[in-house]
C-alpha cells in the first residue's frame, strides 16, 4: 500500500520509522511525500489507513517541539 498520509502535519521520516516499528507493518520507500508500506495483514493496512499513527506522530512531535 502507498501512505501519503501527513495530514496532521508530521514529518515522513517520523511517521515512517514509526510504521515501521508497528507489528505487521514495514516502511519500503519515502519519496516525494508517500510512503510505501508493506502490510503483512489487511487488519494492519486497514490501522495505518485509518490515520491513528499519523495523529499519534504528530502529537509526539508538537510535544517535543514545545519542550524547553
Known amino acids: 500500500m502507498r501512505s501519503g498520509r501527513g495530514c496532521c502535519g508530521c514529518r515522513p521520516p517520523s511517521y515512517a520509522n514509526?510504521?515501521?516499528?508497528?507489528?505487521?507493518?514495514?516502511?519500503?520507500?519515502?519519496?516525494?511525500?508517500?510512503?510505501?508500506?508493506?502490510?503483512?495483514?489487511?487488519?494492519?493496512?486497514?490501522?495505518?489507513?485509518?490515520?491513528?499513527?499519523?495523529?499519534?506522530v504528530a502529537a509526539l512531535e508538537r510535544r517535543v517541539g514545545e519542550a524547553p
Do not use: Q
Not at 24 to 39: E, F, K, N
Open 18 to 56: 514509526s510504521i515501521t516499528l508497528t507489528p505487521g507493518t514495514l516502511s519500503l520507500d519515502v519519496s516525494d511525500g508517500t510512503i510505501v508500506v508493506h502490510a503483512l495483514t489487511e487488519r494492519s493496512a486497514a490501522d495505518l489507513e485509518r490515520g491513528g499513527m499519523d495523529r499519534r
